[in-house]
């Protein structure tokens, strides 16, 4: 099983302001690495898959890069409904999760 | 509308079961392999179970392995997630998952249900 380790597990950002979060990769996962966004009561959304391919309606602040086993999203500016639990997750063997990262507004 | 709609949860003991279906609607199911995720309470998305588009291959978690199955039937577009054995664990909301691409068994997910609660307690 591959582990998925992101971090930190909460992040505070000023609205405007850059975030990146970080996940790491228990073993290479080539560029099988997608990332979700998930606010109380919802079902999770895709922002990002291929490591940095956008989903469809996804705005252009929200980007992804790294490779192997170290990845980043980063979200160029915060806007109010950006405040949410993060997950990346890889699919270069069976799916697998990291714990998430809560952005929260500082 | 691509549309994916979960049923069949509920507040079960522990050791028994219960079986969840997901209807599909808006796409071409039949092309896809599909996959159930949970999250449960105060933690993250694990991945529990897919099936092949065609339905004969499957996976499971290890967590579930031997304790669920998963089943589809393409001319209802619907799937299923029959699960024996529940454990106090297993309390999670549960999801059916389509992913961005057809064909394959593990890729990221891009149509989600909104997802069906299993509560599993004495």
């Known amino acids: ?106 | 509308e691509v549309q994916l709609v979960e049923s069949g949860g509920g507040l079960v003991q522990p050791g028994g079961s219960l079986r969840l279906s997901c209807a599909a609607s808006g796409f071409t199911f039949s092309n896809y392999a599909m996959s159930w995720v949970r999250r449960a309470p105060g933690k993250g998305l694990e991945w529990v179970s897919a099936i092949s588009a065609g339905g004969a291959g499957s996976q499971f978690a290890d967590s579930v392995q031997g304790r669920f199955t998963i089943s589809r039937d393409n001319s209802k577009n619907t799937l299923d997630l029959q699960m024996n054995s529940l454990r106090v664990e297993d309390t999670a909301v549960y999801y059916c998952a389509r992913p961005v691409v057809t064909a394959t068994l593990s890729y990221a997910f891009d149509i989600w249900g909104q997802g069906t609660m299993v509560t599993v307690s004495s």
């Open chain 1, 1 to 106: 099983e591959i582990v998925m380790t992101q971090s930190p597990a909460t992040l505070s950002v000023s609205p405007g302001e850059r975030a990146t979060l970080s996940c790491r990769a228990s073993q290479s996962v080539s560029s099988n690495l997608a990332w979700y966004q998930q606010t109380p009561g919802q079902a999770p959304r895709l922002l990002i898959y291929g490591v940095s391919t956008r989903a469809t309606g996804i705005p252009a602040r929200f980007s992804g890069s790294g490779s192997r086993t170290e990845f980043t999203l980063t979200i160029s500016s915060l806007q109010s409904e950006d405040f949410a639990v993060y997950y990346c997750q890889q699919y270069n063997n069976w799916p697998s999760f990291g714990q998430g990262t809560r952005l929260e507004i500082k």
